[in-house]
């Protein structure tokens, strides 16, 4: 498989990554999906939705489909028109020359493999963002938790916080009331940028309240959580708050580093797209969260992961149909 | 999961762990989480990768919720590795192969 040059190899395996596979795939390129490997956070195959219960705006799907369900199903409708899939995560790129190159370990050694591809289809997505603190990471899995639907379980019966105000942050507080006794909302705003619909089911749920202008500045616990220190943003005022869960759901970050250097990129990281997919680099494309910070839904993703097929394919074309001497040189020797 | 996955039980679970000649890795998981699902078939392979240097067993939290608390899992997918009877490697979240056996490599000797 190293040494073959396939047509088109695409980066992520979210919606965006997999309709780009159906479509490039029903298009006869035969895509490789490098799709990236198990995780606990968003960035894992499948993507965010991964880690979401119910998908109810998904077109098509009138009672709703479960976000792991829906994944599911757009990955069994890329292979079954042949996109072939490689559970392992790119860890180097080289775009400066085509083919292009992408590196990552095989997945069944774990040695460093090189894949080469005509066309690049980057589909690598967002991951959910932390607080950033030390007592934070030091105890994810003992009560600070990145999958709320994974952990919520354990929670039953305690009072537990979510922070953060958009829609994660109201699904996650939703969500997590069928276990928990109470769910305190931390938002360091004082209104939610969540979406109508989100703020109305969380404001009606008795279980949820919320604590408005707040931040999180520790975590208390030296095993497990016990607490969280809150600072009021307007008062300066510090307050400790018992609970034994923490989830964290206060946005994202596109899962760009990766290209870091070689793809154009506003200055938090969201690659820059032009005239449909096009990326600066001739031949890349790039779709889904990883250049869409605005949308951010499974069916805006799913689109650009359709145009970047598309276009991609459109390249292809015309770049075999070019007159030889207008050709790249050949690298395959 | 494999046909002869060793499932375990409150019942089954201190003869099965301290009466192993092998480390067994008990993979803490439920049907509704993601993550779980997928790392069963990795670590399955990990299995079959070691023959006889590894044993892998399941213990499903939803049923066995005394043994969760017994060994303080609040995440899922929890994997503790016991040698000798000993918890003595916990590793949180869903990992790829190559991460996860990076941390198992000083077991499977």
Redesign the interface.
């Known amino acids: 498989m190293t040494n073959e040059v396939r047509d088109v190899v695409i980066v992520g395996s979210g919606p965006a990554g997999l309709t780009a596979a159906i479509y490039t795939a029903r298009a006869n390129l035969h895509p490789l999906v490098i799709e990236g490997?198990?995780?606990?956070?968003s960035d894992?195959?499948?993507g965010q939705l991964?880690?979401t219960t119910d998908v109810e705006n998904y077109p098509g799907f009138v009672d709703g489909i479960l976000?792991?369900d829906l994944m599911g199903r757009f990955r069994f409708q890329a292979e079954r028109f042949g996109a072939e899939f490689l559970?392992?995560?790119a860890d180097r790129v080289d775009l400066s020359e085509r083919p292009f190159r992408v590196w990552a370990?095989d997945?069944?050694t774990?040695l460093e493999t090189e894949f080469r591809a005509h066309a690049l289809i980057v589909s690598t997505g967002a991951r959910s963002l932390m607080l950033g603190l030390e007592s934070e990471r030091r105890l994810?899995?003992?009560?600070v938790?990145?999958?709320a639907?994974?952990?919520g379980?354990?929670f039953r019966g305690q009072s537990i916080a979510v922070v953060g105000g958009g829609d994660s942050a109201m699904e996650e507080a939703i969500f997590l009331t069928k276990f928990a006794e109470s769910v305190v909302v931390i938002h360091r705003r004082k209104e939610l940028r969540a979406s109508k619909i989100m703020q109305d089911r969380a404001f009606k749920n008795p279980k949820i309240r919320f604590l408005w202008d707040t931040v999180v500045t520790d975590v208390i616990g030296d095993?497990?959580v016990e607490g969280i220190r809150l600072r009021n943003v307007m008062t300066d005022e510090e307050t400790d708050l018992p609970v034994t869960?923490l989830f964290v759901a206060i946005g994202h970050a596109p899962n760009t580093d990766l290209f870091a250097g070689q793809l154009d990129m506003d200055e938090t990281g969201y690659i820059l797209t032009g005239d449909g997919t096009r990326t600066n680099v001739e031949g890349v494309f790039a779709c889904g969260d990883a250049q869409d910070h605005v949308y951010r839904q499974a069916i805006t993703a799913a689109g650009s992961g359709c145009m970047a097929a598309i276009d991609a394919e459109r390249w292809l074309e015309a770049r075999d149909e070019a007159p030889p001497d207008l050709r790249e040189t050949t690298t395959e020797w | 999961m494999g046909a002869g996955m060793l499932m375990l039980t409150e019942q089954n679970f201190d003869e099965e762990i301290k009466g192993s000649d092998v480390p067994v890795l008990v993979d803490f998981w439920?049907e509704?989480?993601?993550?779980?699902?997928?790392?069963a078939p990795?670590l399955d392979?990990i299995a079959k990768d070691h023959p006889g240097k590894l044993r892998i067993a399941k213990l499903n939290?939803?049923e066995q919720l005394e043994l969760?608390r017994r060994f303080?899992?609040?995440?899922?997918?929890?994997l503790i590795l016991f040698k000798d009877g000993e918890a003595q490697l916990r590793i949180?979240?869903?990992?790829?192969?190559?991460?996860l056996?990076q941390e198992l490599r000083p077991f499977l000797a």
């Open positions: 490997a198990p995780s606990s956070t894992q195959p499948g991964m880690l976000g792991p559970t392992t995560k370990p997945p069944s774990g994810i899995g003992y009560g938790s990145t999958c639907t994974c952990d379980f354990f095993s497990k869960g | 439920a509704w989480c993601g993550p779980c699902k997928m790392i990795v392979e939290i939803d969760s303080d899992v609040m995440s899922i997918p929890t949180i979240g869903a990992k790829g192969k190559g991460q056996l």
